[in-house]
């Protein structure tokens, strides 16, 4: 079964940092873009950031960039989000979702469960 | 960045209905739009991908259409599980976009 499982959400001060990870099992992971997605509570999908299968390519949504750093570790299977200088607005949840491509076709399946973080003093 | 719109935000249904969810593009993305479903506490789930292609798994009453700016989103007869709400997102430019969603309810 393909599934994706984000760990490392939490409490965190403003201004804090926090690392999330997001373990992949069920396909070859090295094959594979992967992108984070993150939910405020209450509020729609924002995507967040982007990695390509080989670490070749990395983007950023405007909201983040300089403050979070995408990286994966294709040996570990693993996915990971470093956050600093974390601010309230950055409370979410936040997921893994794969991006599988065929032909010029791109999209997200499948998704992880979610890991919640909060910004709050 | 491409700016994504569905209407109507919200919507009243009842078991049965044929409901229609539109998603504007801000410019042209071809036909690379797709469709999720989330429930409530739970990660969304892809529907359509490339417009009108039906994902493995995903009930026959689905259906997508496009290509260029306007996109819909069409159930045919809407069943109990399928209140949640919808979101479109375009895959032609980063960054990704999705549109704010529409929750479809119970009338």
Do not use: H
């Amino acid at each position: 079964e393909v599934q994706l499982v984000e760990s490392g959400g939490g409490l965190v001060k403003p201004g804090g940092s926090l690392r999330l990870s997001c373990t992949a099992s069920g396909f070859t992971f090295s094959g594979y873009s992967m992108n984070w997605v993150r939910q405020a509570p209450g509020k729609g999908l924002e995507w967040v950031s982007f990695i390509s299968s080989s670490n070749s390519y990395i983007y950023y949504a405007d909201s983040v960039k300089g403050r979070f750093t995408i990286s994966r570790d294709n040996a570990k299977n693993s996915l990971y989000l470093q956050m600093n200088s974390l601010r309230a607005e950055d409370t979410a949840v936040y997921y893994c979702a794969r991006e599988f491509s065929s032909g010029s076709s791109k999209r997200f399946d499948p998704w992880g469960q979610g890991t919640l973080v909060t910004v709050s003093s | 960045d491409i700016q994504m719109t569905q209407s109507p935000s919200s919507l009243s249904a009842s078991v049965g209905d044929r409901v229609t969810i539109t998603c504007r593009a801000s410019q042209s993305i071809s036909s690379y739009l797709n469709w999720y479903q989330q429930k409530a506490g739970k990660a969304p789930k892809l529907l359509i991908y490339a417009a009108s292609s039906l994902q493995s798994g995903v009930p026959s009453r689905f259906s997508g259409s496009g290509p260029g700016t306007d996109f819909t989103l069409t159930i045919s007869s809407l069943q109990p599980e399928d209140f949640a709400t919808y979101y479109c997102q375009q895959s032609y430019s980063t960054p990704w976009t999705f549109g704010q969603g529409t929750k479809v309810e119970i009338k």
